[in-house]
DNA sequence: CATGGGATTGACT
DNA sequence: GTCAATCCCATGC
């Protein structure tokens, strides 16, 4: 399947997604995703694989680690601290558990219906909007339904670059709020950009770069 | 079947 | 800086 996104560029198709999962967290950013009538650009992404023990997908396959284990350029989405949706790209081959975590987008459009369903006021910051991987499936309506779904042809589409997105100055660091595995710096995210979950590097020339 | 722990966020001290 | 909310599911009895 080809389908269209919004702006008219295919969707990211299977084979994008079926390589290593560190390629395809480094490509995504710069991406775009769009979800009932709202689209970002990616600016932040993770990598998790079967292989160590941050990911869901280390215990093996179970219900609820099934979506992982299955066919790549799926929607796998999972509720976290009973609250929140997470949003991944499942990645590699078939049979292979890996997934990148879509951590934060800078708001191309549907803003508005993004701010309704943060229920956020029309003064709110947009940089508010999609600077977390809970607050932006809030922002995109995208629920628990959508897992498994295609992201080339389903209600969750990821398109290419645009244009401008060509080349993003893109720096990698360790993961956020793991506790197993802390140590693989399998984070990506755009060097500067204000709509990353973190101050990203850290905002002052304090000692902190080495916390997380 | 009971329990415990989150790939987080927002409110509060 | 601290902390609670809240639910899915993996694990162990």
Redesign the pocket.
Known sequence: MCAATLDGSPALTAAFYERPVLEVARELIGCTVEHAGAAGVIVET?A?HDSEP????F?GV????RT?FGAPGRA?V???????A?L?AVCEPEGVGA?V?IRALEPLSGIESMRAR?GLAETARVE?LCS????LAQALGVT?EQNASSLSSGPVRIGPRPPEWADPPILDGV?????RAVELRWRFCVAGNRNV?RPWPPASGRADAARR
């Open positions: 993770e998790y941050a990911c869901h997908a215990v179970t219900p609820r680690t992982l796998y999972y509720r976290s601290y009973g609250i929140h997470m991944n997934a975590l943060r508010e977390g991987p809970g607050k628990l993961r956020v709020g793991i506790s979950s």
